[in-house]
C-alpha cells in the first residue's frame, strides 16, 4: 500500500454561529466523511446561541430575563451548567465576573440596539447586588431574587468551544483544535506528536498580529481584550467589558488578558474577571486562584509589555514563545 493511501487527511470544518464563526481542525484516516461531524458541531453551537443568546428575543435566558421577580422558571441543562459556573466564577472573583450586567451591556450598544443615553444613564445610577446574591437555584429551576438582567456573553462562547470538543470526543475524535472568535480548546496532540499551537493575538485595533505562541496540550484558552470591540464616547473608545461596579464599560484595564484553562468556560470567564480586576488585583486573584494567566500591558501608546502568572507563564518559559522570533 502506497504511503499516500495511509496518510491521515487534515479536515478543516467551521461554521456561522454568535455573529462569528466556529472552527475545528482534525486529522482523519482516508474515507472519512466529514458531513455528519460537521452538522453534529453545527447542531451544538446552534444549541448553545438558542439557549443563551441575548440577540434572540426567544431564547431560553431571555425567558429568564422576562419571568417576573420570585418565580421559579425551569431552564434547560445547559444553560443551567452555564449559569452555575457563572455564580461560581462571580463568587470566586469577588464579583468582578458578573452576569447579571445585561442592562449596562445592552444601555452602551453592546447588544442588538444602538446606545442610549437615558438607558446609560439609568445603568449606571442602580443600585447592583452581584448575580450570585441574586440568582438562586433548585434542581432544573432558576429563580431571581431581586431584578436583575442577565447576560452570558463573557461565557457563552467558551462554553461553546467546549461543546465543539465534547461533540469531536462523541464521534470518536480524541485529537483536534476547536474554536469560537479566538477562544480555543486542544485537545490531544497533532499527527507528528507535537502540542497544538495557538497564537495569543497582539493588542491592535488596526492589524491581526500574534504577540506570542502557546503549545497546548488538552488545554483551553480565552482572552479578553480592550482592541476588537468598543463605543467612542466624547473620543475615547470604551471597551466592551464592564465594570460591575459602575454600570459602565472599564476606564482602565490591561491591553488584554489570556488565560488558559481545563475548560474555555472557565478561561472565557476567568479572562473577563481579570480585566475588571486590572494587573494588580488581578495579578494577586490569579496566584491564589491557581491560574495560568498573561497580563498584556501597555506602556504608552505603542510599546505593550508581558506579565505572567502561573506555571504556563512564569515558571516555565519555554511553553511561550515570542511570536517574533518564529
Known amino acids: 500500500m502506497s504511503k499516500m493511501s495511509t496518510e491521515r487527511a487534515r479536515i478543516a470544518l467551521n461554521g456561522p454561529t454568535m455573529g462569528t464563526r466556529w472552527s475545528a481542525l482534525l486529522f482523519a484516516d ?28 426567544d431564547s431560553d435566558l431571555m425567558r429568564l430575563n422576562a419571568a417576573p421577580i420570585g418565580e421559579w422558571i425551569a431552564v434547560p441543562a445547559r444553560l443551567l451548567e452555564v449559569l452555575r459556573l457563572g ?35 439609568t445603568a449606571m445610577a442602580a443600585s447592583r447586588r452581584p448575580a450570585h446574591d441574586v440568582l438562586e437555584i433548585n434542581g432544573e429551576h432558576v429563580r431571581k431574587a431581586a431584578p436583575i438582567a442577565l447576560d452570558l456573553n463573557g461565557i457563552a462562547k467558551g462554553y461553546g468551544v467546549d461543546r465543539l470538543a465534547e461533540i469531536l470526543r462523541n464521534q470518536g475524535i480524541s485529537d483536534g483544535l476547536v474554536g469560537i472568535d479566538g477562544e480555543m480548546r486542544a485537545m490531544g496532540l497533532r499527527p507528528d506528536g507535537e502540542a497544538w499551537t495557538i497564537a495569543v493575538e497582539a493588542p491592535d485595533a488596526e492589524r491581526r498580529t500574534p504577540h506570542s505562541i502557546l503549545a497546548l496540550q488538552d488545554a483551553a484558552v480565552a482572552t479578553s481584550g480592550d482592541y476588537r470591540h468598543w463605543v467612542e464616547v466624547q473620543g475615547r473608545r470604551l471597551s466592551h467589558t464592564m465594570d460591575p461596579r459602575r454600570g459602565a464599560p472599564l476606564i482602565a484595564s490591561p491591553a488584554s488578558i489570556t488565560v488558559v484553562a481545563r475548560s474555555c468556560a472557565e478561561a472565557d470567564a476567568w479572562a473577563t474577571a481579570l480585566m475588571v480586576l486590572g494587573p494588580v488585583k488581578g495579578a494577586t486573584l490569579a496566584k491564589q486562584s491557581g491560574l495560568d494567566a498573561l497580563f498584556l500591558l501597555r506602556d504608552d501608546v505603542v510599546n505593550v509589555r508581558g506579565v505572567g502568572v502561573g506555571r504556563l507563564f512564569s515558571e516555565e518559559p519555554a511553553a511561550i514563545a515570542s511570536a517574533e522570533g518564529r
Do not use: H, N, Y
Open 30 to 57: 482516508p474515507g472519512f466523511d466529514p458531513g455528519p461531524v460537521c452538522s453534529a458541531l453545527q447542531a451544538a453551537v446552534d444549541e448553545v446561541d438558542g439557549q443563551m443568546s441575548t440577540w434572540k428575543p
Open 87 to 121: 455564580l461560581e466564577i462571580g463568587r470566586a472573583s469577588g464579583g468582578a465576573f458578573d452576569i447579571g450586567m445585561g442592562d449596562a451591556v445592552m444601555a452602551w450598544g453592546f447588544g442588538p440596539e444602538a446606545a442610549a443615553p437615558d438607558g446609560i444613564r
